[in-house]
T-cell receptor, first 113, second 113 residues
Framework: AQSVSQHNHHVILSEAASLELGCNYS??????LFWYVQYPGQHLQLLLK??????LVKGIKGFEAEFIKSKFSFNLRKPSVQWSDTAEYFC???????????FGAGTRLAVHP | SQTIHQWPATLVQPVGSPLSLECTVE??????LYWYRQAAGRGLQLLFY??????ISSEVPQNLSASRPQDRQFILSSKKLLLSDSGFYLC????????????FGPGTRLTVL
């Protein structure tokens, strides 16, 4: 079955630390990849997306993600996190062959001042 | 601009009672519409999606049903709620089928007692 795996369920960091959240997907063909974020009490919103082209994608709030096709990965990074980045992060993948958006289980990030 | 509304925001219902959750989208025509259930540590599970009025696809067998009586209205229902129906329900829309970004509503927190 098609799946999306997020390696860490909970991450705790101090402000200014670097962040990398892992995401792997199991689709074999062309995929569209997404990272969504859910801040406490807010809507789920898009951080960034990859459809094609440059595998290094820039998103909002200083986030970026790199698509590595050979590793079926789409890891999310931020060089220096802030307290306001405390949220839950979801990786998602869409394949036309499967025709639906599959979400990972999510990673809860807590950033301490 | 496009907006998506869900109501109610929270709901507490007894076991065996009926359910009706409503989702409406403004500012776009003929959207694809989705109902998800979000469970802690398990990501988002797609329940239903619709590509047009009266067209509903069900992803998992369950105690719930969905209807789309108007272009921008999507309703999640149940005739008799079960304890296991408790959860956080999200509605989402997209412009193109599946592959493009999905925009999420604020969600409904349902507690079945």
């Amino acid at each position: 079955a098609q799946s999306v795996s997020q390696h860490n369920h909970h991450v705790i960091l101090s402000e200014a630390a670097s962040l990398e959240l892992g995401c792997n997907y199991s689709y074999g063909g062309t995929v569209n990849l997404f990272w969504y974020v859910q801040y406490p009490g807010q809507h789920l919103q898009l951080l960034l997306k990859y459809f094609s082209g440059d595998p290094l994608v820039k998103g909002i709030k200083g986030f970026e993600a790199e698509f590595i096709k050979s590793k079926f990965s789409f890891n999310l990074r931020k060089p220096s996190v802030q307290w306001s980045d405390t949220a839950e992060y979801f990786c998602a993948a869409f394949s036309g062959g499967y025709n639906k958006l599959i979400f990972g289980a999510g990673t809860r990030l807590a950033v301490h001042p | 601009s496009q907006t998506i509304h869900q109501w109610p925001a929270t709901l507490v219902q007894p076991v065996g009672s009926p359910l009706s959750l409503e989702c409406t989208v403004e500012g776009t025509s003929n959207p694809n519409l989705y109902w998800y259930r979000q469970a802690a540590g398990r990501g988002l599970q797609l329940l239903f999606y619709s590509v047009g009025i009266g067209q509903i696809s069900s992803e998992v067998p369950q105690n719930l049903s969905a209807s789309r009586p108007q272009d921008r209205q999507f309703i999640l229902s149940s005739k008799k709620l079960l304890l296991s129906d408790s959860g956080f329900y999200l509605c989402a829309w997209s412009v193109l089928a599946g592959g493009n970004e999905q925009f999420f509503g604020p969600g409904t927190r349902l507690t079945v007692l």
